[in-house]
């Protein structure tokens, strides 16, 4: 025991004494006294590498032992201290000496390439060999979000506070794995809402750079000069390495291009720093003065991002918000060339640690590396106290009229409307991982008019985690809507029903049982799954006219279905081109641009498999796919296709729905009034590309190229018809089409102050609906 004794206390003194210690400090400029922002910190012989602060400060937590730390900045003189780590913080402050330029910088229009465009050329030449090098990499960062409501006075002008810690990871060609370890936020702001994160840094080697649906041509892609003029402003120093700084013009602002700053070492000809906004085509509604920004280290003679800037002003006229974003992100402790830990790169790209809310104070200041400003600690201090206090009326108003829009649009299962149920109020909610691998569905609520109590309860199990292979049972007792091949099941008609009481969708009952069996196929992109469908199913009566407006005597009537016991199997094999996220034990999806999906579905009924009173089968594909193309704005189209065999009965016919609300629906077809058409079978496809102002900006047209709205267009075919008789007899199920029916239009949008679009559709078939029909919608 004595050993036992001796050994711990022995492992106790060692651990004591190699205790990490904090070394603080400011970085000033040696003649003003002035602090120097954005100044370099780096551990000689480690992957550490810090910057400072708007206030010149740093901060940097060491192991035991001696460092030499080097600080630079390209307008500076490098100088070093060597430092012994402590027990407790020190403060090592320092004055940097002011370097000469030797160069300042001329523009040559009459020359074919002036100095920069001969470094650009140089640049993109060598970038392939320069990436060849880089195998893969990994680093932590510490993240700060800032937004500031620019009608105020600093420092009373910030209302939001946000901070994380993560590890980030790479590998080629395309693998990225992002952990959140730790998070701190002001209390004005959820922790769940707290997903502020690096993301994959912009590497400005690339051909493109997509920023969501949009791609814009990099400084130093391989047509680069097709797009930008260099113009060479400085040489400055990093130490005895010169850095050529260009400046980037844009050649032509009809097409989304960069223009700012770009930094590029001699000799190596490596990218060591960047500072960019966009041209006027970069579509950004309601955005102005876009700043990126980043500086970069080299670690093993790569030169590596340790510093990313960005801000953003956001201006909303309709509510008089003016306000900005700024981030700021310190990339340290770099592994260059160091394989990452097995199951790393899951299927996962982005991770909450589970713990992430739950760091001591230690841990979080040995990650804080860029400490709080004056004004951010001044910040914090405002947003608690303000949040800690009573609350006015005004308050509990404006949260009410907030609640009043956002429930119905969001939040269906908690409320919606319809001619059917009337009002439906209830609650609902999804756990994920509350037990280990279980998943629990719970919904339940009141349809007033139907007078009916509803009910979904699901549960599902994961049989293994890494094929996702998962089992599942549900239980529902609700009103259902019939299949319709263009909205799919997540139309909302609240709005349009409570306000002139237009409803485009048709309701059934349905209780019973449903047990799925779902699994990833290679990827997590691509999910099949296989259904037992056990249900009872029941016509429903329309049971409310009230609109806001008056009762609407025009309302469509609800139709009847074939009332009878369903027993069916049902196959479906999707592909989405998403990524997943992991917020502790939640799982989420987010698209990633260019978008697309595509759904095969198989369904079959048959009485010489189980009693059942249906006999069909019935097939169905739908593909949708959303791009930029080339500069010229955004397309996205949607083709739907099902056929089927047997007795279909109409709670399976496909439906193609109309938009009868004022409201633009995206993708649906618009001139039909208040028609849907059924069939056995169906085809449509529908098309719609915005723009943007690059219709505008392109025609180089003076006054034209001026206009601030944007222009789209979109039109759609379909047809469908009965193959066999129908099953039931009402009228509804006997519209044929003896052609198909197509539509066409196009749309203005950006109209101030809200930033709306008002589309125009004509129909170009000769069918008994509406020949032309405008709706408003936001478009940008």
């Known amino acids: 025991m004595k050993i036992v004794f001796y050994i711990s206390l022995l492992y106790f003194i060692i651990v004591c004494n190699a205790s990490a210690g904090v070394i603080n400090g400011t970085v000033t400029d040696s003649q003003t006294g002035e602090s120097i922002s954005s100044a370099t910190i780096r551990v000689e012989g480690t992957g550490k590498s810090i910057v400072t602060n708007q206030a010149g400060q740093y901060r940097i937590r060491l192991d035991a032992g001696n460092f030499l730390l080097k600080f630079s900045h390209v307008a500076y003189y490098s100088d070093t201290i060597f430092v012994q780590s402590p027990d407790s913080a020190i403060s090592v402050d320092i004055k940097l000496r002011p370097s000469v330029h030797l160069l300042r910088g001329m523009r040559v229009y009459d020359r074919k390439y002036d100095p920069a465009q001969e470094i650009i050329i140089e640049a993109i030449a060598r970038k392939e060999k320069l990436l060849a090098r880089l195998r893969s990499y990994s680093f932590e960062a510490y993240t700060r979000a800032l937004w500031r409501d620019r009608k105020k006075q600093k420092p009373n002008d910030i209302i939001i506070i946000t901070e994380t810690q993560l590890k980030s990871f790479w590998e080629p060609p395309n693998k990225h794995k992002e952990i959140i370890t730790a998070r701190k936020q002001s209390a004005n702001f959820s922790a769940e809402q707290n997903l502020y994160a690096l993301g994959e840094i912009i590497d400005f080697n690339e051909n493109r750079i997509d920023f969501g649906v949009t791609s814009v041509v990099s400084p130093t892609a391989k047509d ?105 992100a310190s990339l340290h402790n770099y592994n260059i060339d160091v394989k990452s830990p097995q199951g790393t790169f899951d299927d996962y790209v982005y991770e909450i640690a589970e713990n992430a809310d739950d760091i001591d104070s230690v841990t979080w200041d040995s990650g804080q590396i860029i400490p709080l400003t004056p004004d951010e600690i001044r910040g914090y201090q405002r947003i608690d106290s303000i949040e800690k206090a009573p609350k006015p009326f005004r308050y509990y108003l404006a949260r009410g009229i907030m609640a009043a829009i956002y429930i119905p649009t969001f939040m269906y299962d908690w409320f919606h409307y319809n001619r059917v149920e009337g009002a439906y109020l209830g609650v609902a909610d999804t756990t994920q991982n509350k037990f280990p691998g279980v998943d629990v569905k719970f919904k339940t609520g009141w349809a007033f008019s139907q007078k009916y109590w509803e009910h979904d309860y699901g549960l599902t199990y994961t049989l293994h985690k890494k094929w996702r292979l998962k089992a599942g049972l549900e239980y529902h007792d609700r009103t259902m809507r019939r299949n319709i091949i263009i909205t799919g099941p997540y139309g909302n008609p609240t709005f349009s029903a409570l306000l002139v009481g237009e409803d485009p969708y048709d309701y059934y009952l349905e209780k019973g049982f449903s047990y799925r069996l779902q699994t990833k196929v290679i990827s997590h992109r691509l999910e099949l799954s296989a259904n037992y469908n056990d249900f009872l199913q029941y016509s ?172 789209a267009i979109h039109g759609g075919m379909f047809f469908n018809e009965f193959n066999r008789e129908p099953l039931s007899s009402n009228q509804f199920f006997n519209t044929t089409l003896d052609k198909p029916y197509k539509e066409i239009g196009f749309g203005i949008g950006g109209i101030p102050p809200l930033m709306l679009g008002c589309y125009f559709t004509w129909q170009l078939s000769d069918y008994p609906t509406n020949k032309f029909s405008w709706q408003l919608g936001l478009m940008f």
Not at 266 to 288: E, H, L, Q, R, T
Not at 593 to 622: C, G, Q, V
Not at 656 to 677: H, P, Q, R, W
């Open 224 to 328: 680069a000069l097709d797009y930008y003029n260099y113009y060479l402003t400085d040489t400055l120093f990093w130490d005895s390495l010169a850095i050529f700084r260009l400046e980037i013009e844009p050649k032509t602002q009809a097409t989304p291009l960069f223009m700012g700053t770009i930094d590029i070492a001699d000799s190596s000809y490596a990218i060591v720093g960047v500072d960019v906004g966009f041209n006027k085509a970069f579509p950004a509604p309601m955005i102005s003065n876009i700043h990126y920004a980043q500086k970069c280290a080299p670690f093993d003679s790569i030169w590596m991002p340790i510093e990313v800037k960005a801000s953003v002003d956001v201006d909303v006229p309709l509510v008089n918000l003016q306000l900005e974003f700024e981030m700021l």
């Open 540 to 711: 429903l009566d329309r049971n409310t006219r009230y609109s806001f407006f008056g009762e609407n005597t025009a309302a469509r009537s609800n139709i009847s279905i074939i009332d009878g016991h369903l027993r069916s199997l049902t196959g479906r094999l999707r592909w989405r081109t998403t990524e997943l996220v992991k917020n502790k034990k939640n799982e989420t999806t987010i698209a990633s641009y260019p978008y697309s999906s595509l759904t095969l579905e198989t369904e079959m009924a048959s009485p010489k498999l189980i009693k059942n009173d249906f006999n069909y089968h019935r097939h169905s594909l739908r593909f949708y796919h959303s791009r930029q193309i080339m500069g010229w704005g955004i397309s996205t189209f949607d083709i739907n296709g099902g056929m089927s065999e047997g007795g279909l009965p109409p709670q399976r016919h496909f439906v193609v729905d109309c938009a009868t609300s004022i409201f633009y629906e995206g993708l649906s077809f618009k001139t039909m009034g208040d028609s849907n058409f059924s069939g056995d079978w169906a085809v449509s496809a529908y098309y719609q590309h915005n723009f943007g102002r690059s219709l505008f900006l392109k025609s180089g047209i003076p006054l034209i190229r001026d206009i601030p709205l944007s222009f």
